[in-house]
């Protein structure tokens, strides 16, 4: 009876069924949102007490005329827009150069899954060493002597390449798991029609993986913009030098934790969640446009 109308015995059951989630997600999840939108407006707040002494629009003019937060908004984008394109086309390439070895797969996905389950604290001891100015291995490979960690002009760059590497052994696995359930005939009709390589892939394949692209980007522009341990174990509880690796994460945790400005550090947290969202949408409309020519151009 899977296609039987639902009555309102039904979806009493099956509310019953999900109220355990829901339970956990509204106390987890949606209490924490309000709580932190309201505490966005709050002016005069005693965190101890809960007292809250006026409302309005005071903390996020204090953000507007803040150069610290230009600063960690400027950073942000910048991160996110070094982060996400590298990560999703490094991923993919890789996907597609995997999924042509068949039998060295399993060991290529286990190397790149690594990073995943590994400390990012261990991560951050490793590149660190990688990155030392006198000992480190790139500056052996490059013949150069730059201090990656402690030089303004290059850390945010260190901390970007730290965060591709990071986050590419996820995304190919799920890339590997698109590649796997393509339909292999539509490979095969191309290749009668006489399709190169290239025409396959632009044509046939990268069509067919967009769900998974968009899946991917979303998350990779989510967890992008919410950068934190990265910065915090690799510059050893610092926003980097001269605050060169300032992010809104990390302005956020230094207004709450370190300085208890609860209300301005809520006000940080309402615009990186807005900024989330706007870039998340466009993003997912481009690739909807993408999807609706693409889908023009075969009919």
């Known amino acids: 009876m899977l296609n039987a109308k639902p009555t309102l015995k039904s979806t009493l059951v099956a509310l019953l069924y999900l109220a355990p989630l829901l339970l956990v997600v509204g106390v987890f999840t949606l209490w924490p949102l309000i709580t932190s939108f309201l505490m966005s407006g709050y002016t005069h707040y005693n965190y101890f007490t809960d007292h809250v002494g006026g409302f309005g629009a005071a903390n996020f003019r204090f953000l507007w005329h803040d150069?610290?937060?230009?600063?960690?908004?400027?950073?942000?984008?910048?991160?996110?827009?070094?982060?996400?394109?590298?990560?999703?086309?490094?991923?993919?390439?890789?996907?597609?150069?995997?999924?042509?070895?068949?039998?060295?797969?399993?060991?290529?996905?286990?190397?790149?899954?690594?990073?995943?389950?590994?400390?990012?604290?261990?991560?951050?001891?490793?590149?660190?060493?990688?990155?030392?100015?006198?000992?480190?291995?790139?500056?052996?490979?490059?013949?150069?002597?730059?201090?990656?960690?402690?030089?303004?002009?290059?850390?945010?760059?260190?901390?970007?390449?730290?965060?591709?590497?990071?986050?590419?052994?996820?995304?190919?696995?799920?890339?590997?798991?698109?590649?796997?359930?393509l339909d292999p005939r539509y490979q095969a009709a191309a290749s009668l029609d006489g399709a190169s390589t290239w025409q396959r892939l632009t044509n046939v394949t990268w069509p067919l993986l967009l769900p998974m692209t968009v899946l991917i980007t979303v998350n990779a522009i989510i967890t992008s913009f919410k950068v934190f341990n990265q910065i915090y174990a690799l510059f050893h509880g610092t926003a980097g030098p001269a605050n060169a690796d300032l992010t809104l994460m990390y302005y956020l945790y230094q207004k709450f934790y370190v300085e208890n400005q609860y209300p301005v550090a809520a006000a940080c947290g309402v615009v990186l969640f807005v900024l989330i969202l706007l870039v998340t949408g466009i993003a997912a409309g481009y690739f909807h446009h993408h999807a609706w020519w693409a889908g023009r151009r075969s009919s």
């Open 67 to 181: 150069p610290n937060f230009h600063l960690a908004l400027q950073h942000t984008l910048i991160f996110v827009l070094g982060v996400v394109p590298a990560t999703v086309g490094l991923s993919l390439g890789i996907a597609l150069l995997l999924n042509h070895l068949p039998h060295l797969a399993t060991f290529f996905r286990t190397i790149y899954f690594l990073p995943f389950v590994t400390s990012t604290v261990a991560i951050s001891l490793v590149w660190n060493w990688l990155f030392h100015r006198q000992n480190g291995l790139i500056n052996l490979l490059l013949h150069t002597h730059i201090d990656w960690l402690n030089d303004p002009r290059y850390s945010l760059g260190t901390l970007i390449i730290v965060c591709i590497w990071q986050n590419l052994g996820v995304n190919i696995i799920l890339f590997l798991a698109g590649l796997n359930h």
